[in-house]
């Protein structure tokens, strides 16, 4: 079959999403290792998944994270059925940092949360729906979280942070040029905002690495 040996056999059936082999195996006495429905549920085979749990595999208390961090929302919410959880806030942050608004939520929900790095993460993502709902259950930024924006072409997101209240560096500006996002640069003038001279610290393009010479353009 082309399979290293028996573990091997129902864990690489397990990995590839391969129901009927994992079945066929486990018929002819096959057993696979601990890694076997771990692989499944990271690639989001979920019916695998299942198959195995019923025949007595655990996986590994990590899980949950990996599940979130491949956005495999429905195997997210099975294995939480079957009791597997996540670290309360490294997990909230992985879901953040994915961008998937559903997750987001449905991990609030179950309490997760992370109060201090939440809506930094989501803006450094560059999913303003993440940015917008975070925002709405009470989440805020730190004095940097706009040079985070400053990485991203989503002008919604400078407009949006703008009208929370939040500034930017003085250096906003020239790192959005050097991105070469014209449309934050223009926004970013629009509201009065000027462009600095400055060099780059080792060919960075965020305010906080860079070295702001004295005049504007």
Known sequence: MGYKGINDAIDKAAENGNLEQVKYLHELGYKGTSYAIDKAARNGHFEVVKYLHELGYECDKRIINSTVENEHFEMLKYLHEL????????????????????????????????????????????????????HELGYKGDKWVTNYAVKHRNIEIFKYLHELGYKY???????????????VVKYLLE??????????????????????????F
């Open 83 to 134: 009791g597997y959880k996540g670290d309360k806030y490294s997990t909230f942050d992985l879901a953040v940092k994915s961008g998937h608004l559903e997750v987001v939520k449905y991990l609030h929900e179950l309490g997760y949360e992370n109060e201090y790095l939440a809506f930094n993460l989501a803006v450094e993502s560059g999913n303003l729906e993440v940015i917008k709902y975070l």
């Open 169 to 183: 560096e003085k250096c906003a500006i020239s790192s959005a040029a050097i991105n070469g996002h014209f449309e």
């Open 191 to 216: 509201i009065g905002y000027k462009g600095l001279k400055m060099k780059m610290a080792q060919n960075s393009p965020s305010c906080t690495t860079c070295e702001v010479e004295e005049g504007e």
